[in-house]
């Protein structure tokens, strides 16, 4: 069975502080997807990233970098130079990527980030 | 403009009435998922369809029934309602295997009273 924990239920920083969200998963498949959503209060789900397990590179998008380290089997996320907009609930997920799978996606709980200006 | 559309976008039940949540996609997915998103919690799989006419399970299927007579259409039935099953409800799609996105729908929030 596939698992994401993310620990971190709410964290607050200060505006410009950098933050990191943690996300460790846990899953039997060889070729698996790992993602992170963004839900702003709004509710709706917007796709931020999307990783495969055999590609370990670390990404970085503007303000946004994501650490993939399997050795950990762990997807952190890190928004550097915080700002109000990126208050929201962020989401990790995976999915089986074996081709044989239903390619359902496993959320983790999510991690409320509150961002003080 | 293309993507997953549901509806409605809010309603509210009375303990017992039946209803359906639409979800329609355009983009000519195979794949199609109910998730559920209770208040603090991340989202869980109801049901999902690998292609018309076909059905399965997710994690918390019970009080739901899904149909998938075309590749456009996956509605979620709820037949008699309860107020465990107030949440946020998506419907997401993607195409078939290999590396794919998910598109997901607006989400339809559904209080039972």
């Known amino acids: 069975a596939q698992k994401v924990t993310q620990a971190q239920t709410e964290i607050s920083v200060v505006e410009k502080e950098d933050v990191t969200l943690d996300c460790v998963y846990e899953t039997r498949d060889t070729t698996y997807y790992l993602f992170w959503y963004k839900q702003p209060p709004s509710g709706e789900l917007v796709f931020l990233i999307r990783r495969n397990s055999f590609d370990e590179q670390n990404e970085i998008s503007g303000r946004y970098s994501w650490n993939f380290q399997k050795s950990t089997s762990s997807f952190n996320f890190t928004i550097t130079a915080s700002q109000v907009v990126d208050s929201a609930v962020y989401f990790c997920a995976l999915s089986d990527g074996s081709g044989a799978g239903s390619y359902q996606l496993t959320f983790g709980k999510g991690t409320k980030l509150s961002v003080i200006p | 403009n293309a993507g997953v559309t549901q509806t409605p976008k809010f309603r509210i039940l009375k303990i017992g009435q039946s209803m359906t949540l639409q979800c329609t996609q355009d983009?000519?997915?195979?794949?199609m998922y109910w998730y559920r998103q209770d208040p603090g919690m991340g989202l869980k799989l109801i049901y999902y369809?690998?292609?018309?006419?076909?059905?399965d399970k997710g994690e918390v299927p019970n009080g739901y029934n899904v149909s998938r007579s075309t590749t456009e259409d996956f509605p979620l039935r709820l037949e008699l309602a309860a107020p465990s099953q107030t949440s946020v409800y998506f419907c997401?799609?993607?195409?078939?295997?290999?590396?794919?996105?998910?598109?997901f729908g607006s989400g339809t929030r559904l209080t039972v009273v």
């Open positions: 997401a799609s993607r195409p078939g295997q290999g590396v794919s996105g998910y598109t």
């Open positions: 983009m000519n997915h195979n794949y």
């Open positions: 369809s690998v292609g018309a006419g076909i059905t």
